[in-house]
């Protein structure tokens, strides 16, 4: 498969995957509505970030291993559920903002680094992305493939999700939209939390095969 063939391939493949509700989605949106437009952006940062690990083991073949070892998997979702629901929990207990001068400075407190090594490990350490990297790179990968060619492939998947997740903040921080969530204030991030407890719990509970 020659390098368009393969950019058509992953762009409709990991377009849809990007774009279909999961932790990641979960946590911008409550980044963005919690802590504000940069937030959200450098959460989604972190994201793409996050994949690049994805992509490296998997590159180098691993992701095979991994999606065939049961106790490599089982590992990797107690620390993958166990780290959502941890987030999940913090959503829980928001509180409710007392005036929008509380709202600026809890946007400020909240830093760069730290929304971009949340996106990193939300999306670091999901246990579903090695059986899904097995499956893409399968589709596009071939032995005699050069070096740069993987590497292109991989910078495309991560700029895919960064935009997908750079579309979210953008509607998500529309002054029309972001009105209406700030009303809500806590009430979304304790529904958001629990959905991010919800999804922990079914990412640990799922069997492994």
């Given at each position: 498969?020659?390098l ?23 946590l ?17 940062i ?16 691993l ?28 959503g829980l207990?928001a509180?409710?903002?007392?005036n ?34 097995v ?61 991010m ?6 990412v ?6």
């Open positions: 498969m020659d368009i063939q393969g950019l058509l391939l992953i762009t409709s493949i990991h377009l849809l995957a990007a774009a279909s509700p999961g932790p990641d989605f979960v911008v949106s409550q980044q963005t509505l919690s802590h504000g437009k940069k937030a959200g952006l450098m959460c989604s972190g994201i793409a970030l996050g994949l690049s690990i994805h992509i490296l083991y998997s590159a180098f073949g992701a095979v291993i991994i999606a065939n070892s049961s106790s490599a998997l089982w590992a990797i979702k107690i620390v993958g559920g166990s780290y959502l629901i941890y987030l999940g929990v913090k207990v509180r409710p903002h007392s929008n001068e509380e709202y600026r400075e809890n946007i400020k407190k909240h830093s760069s680094g730290k929304s971009i090594g949340i996106g990193f490990l939300c999306n670091a350490l999901n246990p579903k992305a090695p059986i899904y990297f499956s893409l790179f399968t589709l596009v990968l071939s032995p005699d493939m050069p070096l740069y060619q993987i590497g292109i492939y991989g910078m495309w998947m991560m700029l895919i999700q960064l935009a997908w997740f750079s579309a979210v903040v953008a509607l998500l921080s529309k002054p029309s939209v972001n009105k209406r969530f700030k009303l809500l204030g806590h009430w979304i991030d304790r529904i958001l939390g629990g959905a407890i919800a999804l922990g719990v079914k640990i509970a799922t069997r492994t095969n």
